[in-house]
């Protein structure tokens, strides 16, 4: 099982994501998106090669893949390393992936 590291973009997707569902749903919601993100993790860990592909060819990053959070309407984009798992972005499904995923 490879380590996951989140980029800084990364965290601060995770972050906003959990300000939105304390401010506009309530603490259990934002415990469960916690709990979601942490099963991916897992997930791709153990089964990184497992993720979509669909956003690598329209992006031009062959190695980028996507999975999604369970109940939630998030995606965790990443790429599998020799050492780790280097997660770029964690995106609700609605949002422009390709502009957001292009964001510096």
Do not use: T
Request: glycine share 4%; net charge negative; proline share 5%.
């Amino acid at each position: 099982m490879k380590g996951i590291v989140p980029r800084e973009l990364a965290n601060r997707d995770v972050e906003e994501a959990i300000d939105h569902y304390l401010v506009d749903a309530s603490a259990k919601v934002a415990l469960g998106f916690v709990d979601e993100l942490e099963k991916a993790y897992v997930h791709i860990a153990r089964h990184p090669a497992s993720g979509s592909p669909r956003y690598a060819h329209q992006l031009g990053l062959a190695d980028l893949r996507f999975w999604p959070l369970g109940r939630y309407r998030y995606l965790v984009f990443y790429v599998e390393c020799d050492e780790h798992i280097d997660v770029w972005r964690v995106l609700h499904e609605q949002r422009d992936i390709p502009a957001w995923m292009n964001e510096a």
